[in-house]
C-alpha cells in the first residue's frame, strides 16, 4: 500500500513537471497574442487619411521647402507624409525624382506616450520626421462630422482634417 502510495505521488510528480512548461508556454502565448492584437484608442483614432490645412499650418525650417501634396495617411504602423521639396534636393523633374521624393516621405510611427498623447513619425529622409503631441479635435455639422488631428512639436503645427459621416460617430476626443 505504502509502495502503492509512492508510485502515485512520483507519477504526480513526473506529470507536473510535463504540465507545468506546456500551460506557461500557453499563457506566455495567449499574452503575446493579446498585446499583438490589442490597438490603443489613439491607434484606431489615427487610422486614415488626413487632409492638412496649410494656412493654418507652420513648418518651420533652416531650409527653403514646398510640399508637393497636403495628405497624411496612418495605415496600421505605416504613415505616408506629403513629398516635400526643399532647396537642397538636386531634381530635374524627372518621374524618378518625384518617386524618390515620394519614397522619402514613407516611413513608420508609432505611439509613445499615451497622457499626453504623443506619437514618433520616423521617414529619417523627411523634413517631417520626429516627436509629435497629437490633439483631437470633433466638429458636428450635420449630416457631417469633421474630425481635426493637430500634429505639433516645437517647430512643426500640422492641423489636418478628415470628414466622415455621422452615422460613423465614434469616440475622438
Known amino acids: 500500500m505504502i509502495k502503492s502510495l ?3 505521488n512520483q507519477l504526480l510528480k513526473t506529470k507536473s513537471i510535463i504540465f507545468l512548461p506546456i ?3 500557453i499563457v506566455c502565448l495567449v499574452i503575446y ?3 499583438i492584437l490589442y490597438k490603443p484608442p489613439l491607434y484606431k483614432k489615427l487610422q486614415g487619411e ?5 494656412e493654418q499650418s507652420y513648418i518651420y525650417r533652416h ?3 514646398r ?3 497636403s495628405n497624411i495617411v496612418f495605415n496600421n504602423a505605416h504613415v505616408e507624409l506629403p513629398a516635400i521639396l526643399s532647396a537642397h534636393d538636386k531634381i530635374k ?3 524618378e525624382d518625384i518617386k524618390r521624393l515620394e519614397n522619402n516621405a514613407k516611413g513608420k510611427w508609432k505611439i509613445i506616450s499615451k497622457k499626453p498623447d504623443s506619437i514618433l513619425i520616423e521617414t529619417p529622409a523627411s523634413l517631417l520626421n520626429g516627436k509629435y503631441a497629437v490633439i483631437l479635435k470633433k466638429k458636428v ?7 481635426y488631428l493637430i500634429i505639433q512639436n516645437d517647430s512643426t503645427y500640422l492641423c489636418s482634417s478628415k470628414v466622415l459621416n455621422a452615422s460613423f460617430d465614434g469616440e475622438w476626443e
Request: glycine fraction near 10%.
Open 6 to 8: 509512492k508510485d502515485i
Open 23 to 25: 500551460i506557461i508556454g
Open 33 to 35: 497574442t493579446i498585446q
Open 50 to 54: 488626413y487632409n492638412i490645412d496649410l
Open 63 to 65: 531650409v527653403d521647402f
Open 67 to 69: 510640399p508637393l501634396g
Open 93 to 95: 523633374g524627372t518621374y
Open 141 to 147: 455639422i450635420p449630416p457631417q462630422i469633421i474630425y
